[in-house]
């Protein structure tokens, strides 16, 4: 039989390399080095490179190989170092204290919530060890976990609770952020009631952190960490998955929480050679604001809702920290021009805050008269951003009326922005 070494010096081109010439034995090398409950018939069907079936008929759980493999080697060594910024705490987990509250929540899950293989439960917490704790128990008992950002609204939250159907959503009391506490919790039951589904269809489970004060829970629905995690025993078996069975939900559509099996329309891609379709980004419609991939459409849409605005285009602004940071121009409603400019910033700040949440960081904006569009009504955001990052651009012959531009760039510096496009 043929055999692939990769050595630990190999170099990453040496080894992509062998995992594209030789990819059957490849990833069966790759594959041995973890521990399956059985063994799989074929590493992948070649001829169905759509969807593969990796190690076909294998089973494995994902729990046992983070944590129960390695107890007997490394149970007293640490798992988790928790270095808290805001509450200036350090919190030190062995391996085998994760495995015991990992084992003890799989066993709250499954037998107090009747949580099967293939449910979903829904995580929304902040970095916090336990948020890891719910993870692993979820992959324990082969249930689905579907982990929400916890700087997102509760209107995001509660688009991905009506997508996903979560049997159970486990939160905590607050996060801590620089100067400000999030309510997880008030977040969490606004969430469930724009979601429309009852309190008895969608149980939670609460962490309180003690640096908080502890939640108000709702009886019939709510159940605290502590009580459930004291009133359970160990669950020290785990469940066996197929290879391919889903080990959790990741939305990836900006903010919007809707997965795209296939994308409309498409700005920035590419064809392979084997006929996939990679797609890169929409090309004027995502922001990175420190690793989290935005929709601008969305907070346009956000930002309308304050009522103070007609129309908006927003950009991606240069951040030497967070990559990008949202920047917006705006136009205001006819009886919003001689509006106390503070009075407009609170508003469309708190709605962008309440609707998308602090992972936007949008505090930036001016107000202008109009907006670049084209004889169809699209506004040209990338001439925006190149205007505002002193880039040069071409005027898109489609533009209804080119001298918009010259006024941008009068009011622009008049507002103090320098070194224009």
Same mark, same amino acid.
């Given at each position: 039989?043929?055999?692939?070494?990769?050595?630990?010096?190999?170099?990453?081109?040496?080894?992509?390399?062998?995992?594209?010439?030789?990819?059957?034995?490849?990833?069966?090398?790759? @594959?041995?080095?973890?521990?399956?409950?059985?063994?799989?018939?074929?590493?992948?069907?070649?001829?169905?490179?759509?969807?593969?079936?990796?190690?076909?008929?294998?089973?494995?759980?994902?729990?046992?190989?983070?944590?129960?493999?390695?107890?007997?080697?490394?149970?007293?060594?640490?798992?988790?170092?928790?270095?808290? @910024?805001?509450?200036?705490?350090?919190?030190?987990?062995?391996?085998?204290?994760?495995?015991?509250?990992?084992?003890?929540?799989?066993?709250?899950?499954?037998?107090?919530?009747?949580?099967?293989?293939?449910?979903?439960?829904?995580?929304?917490?902040?970095?916090?060890?336990?948020?890891?704790?719910?993870?692993?128990?979820?992959?324990?008992?082969?249930?689905?976990?579907?982990?929400?950002?916890?700087?997102?609204?509760?209107?995001?939250?509660?688009?991905?609770?009506?997508?996903?159907?979560?049997?159970?959503?486990?939160?905590?009391?607050?996060?801590?952020?620089?100067?400000?506490?999030?309510?997880?919790?008030?977040?969490? +039951?606004? @969430?469930?009631?724009?979601?429309?589904?009852?309190?008895?269809?969608?149980?939670?489970?609460?962490?309180?952190?003690?640096?908080?004060?502890?939640?108000?829970?709702?009886?019939?629905? +709510?159940?605290?960490?502590?009580?459930?995690?004291?009133?359970?025993?160990?669950?020290?078996?785990?469940?066996?998955?197929?290879?391919?069975?889903?080990?959790?939900?990741?939305?990836?559509?900006?903010?919007?929480?809707?997965?795209?099996?296939?994308?409309?329309?498409?700005?920035?891609?590419?064809?392979?050679? +084997?006929?996939?379709?990679?797609?890169?980004?929409?090309?004027?419609?995502?922001?990175?604001?420190?690793?989290?991939?935005?929709?601008?459409?969305?907070?346009?849409?956000?930002?309308?809702?304050?009522?103070?605005?007609?129309?908006?285009?927003?950009?991606?602004?240069?951040?030497?920290?967070?990559?990008?940071?949202?920047?917006?121009?705006?136009?205001?409603?006819?009886?919003?021009?001689?509006?106390?400019?503070?009075?407009?910033?609170?508003?469309?700040?708190?709605?962008?805050?309440?609707?998308?949440?602090?992972?936007?960081?949008?505090?930036?904006?001016?107000?202008?008269?109009?907006?670049?569009?084209?004889?169809?009504?699209?506004?040209?955001?990338?001439?925006?951003? @190149?205007?505002?990052?002193?880039?040069?651009?071409?005027?898109?012959?489609?533009?209804?009326?080119?001298?918009?531009?010259? +006024?941008?760039?009068?009011?622009?510096?008049?507002?103090?922005?320098?070194?224009?496009?």
């Amino acid at each position: 039989m043929f055999r692939v070494f990769v050595r630990r010096n190999s170099t990453y081109a040496h080894v992509y390399r062998l995992s594209i010439e030789h990819p059957e034995q490849f990833w069966s090398e790759q @594959a041995q080095k973890i521990f399956w409950f059985k063994r799989w018939k074929k590493v992948y069907d070649k001829n169905n490179l759509i969807r593969p079936l990796w190690f076909h008929d294998g089973h494995l759980n994902m729990t046992y190989n983070c944590l129960d493999r390695h107890i007997s080697k490394h149970g007293n060594q640490t798992a988790i170092i928790h270095d808290s @910024a805001m509450t200036g705490k350090v919190a030190y987990v062995t391996y085998k204290e994760l495995l015991q509250q990992v084992k003890t929540l799989a066993n709250v899950l499954n037998k107090k919530y009747n949580v099967k293989k293939g449910d979903v439960v829904l995580i929304y917490m902040p970095m916090i060890p336990e948020a890891i704790v719910a993870m692993l128990a979820c992959a324990r008992i082969g249930a689905i976990h579907n982990l929400v950002f916890g700087g997102f609204s509760a209107n995001e939250l509660s688009v991905r609770i009506k997508h996903s159907e979560p049997k159970l959503l486990i939160s905590a009391n607050v996060g801590f952020e620089p100067q400000r506490t999030i309510n997880y919790k008030t977040i969490v +039951d606004e @969430a469930i009631k724009k979601s429309g589904i009852s309190n008895s269809a969608l149980k939670c489970i609460i962490f309180n952190r003690s640096e908080g004060k502890s939640a108000d829970l709702i009886s019939e629905r +709510d159940r605290d960490w502590k009580d459930v995690m004291d009133s359970a025993r160990d669950y020290s078996d785990c469940e066996p998955v197929e290879s391919n069975h889903p080990l959790y939900l990741l939305y990836t559509s900006g903010t919007t929480g809707t997965p795209k099996a296939i994308v409309r329309p498409t700005d920035v891609g590419l064809r392979t050679e +084997d006929g996939f379709i990679e797609v890169s980004s929409r090309a004027d419609d995502v922001l990175n604001v420190a690793g989290h991939r935005l929709s601008s459409g969305h907070i346009e849409q956000a930002i309308i809702e304050s009522g103070k605005v007609s129309e908006c285009a927003v950009i991606g602004l240069k951040d030497d920290i967070k990559g990008q940071q949202p920047f917006a121009f705006i136009v205001l409603n006819k009886n919003e021009e001689n509006t106390d400019p503070t009075e407009i910033e609170k508003a469309i700040v708190t709605t962008v805050r309440q609707e998308i949440g602090p992972v936007a960081g949008f505090k930036k904006f001016i107000c202008v008269k109009r907006l670049p569009k084209t004889r169809s009504g699209k506004t040209a955001r990338n001439t925006l951003t @190149a205007l505002l990052d002193g880039k040069s651009f071409r005027i898109p012959s489609t533009i209804e009326d080119a001298t918009v531009y010259d +006024d941008l760039r009068k009011e622009l510096s008049q507002a103090g922005y320098k070194n224009l496009g």
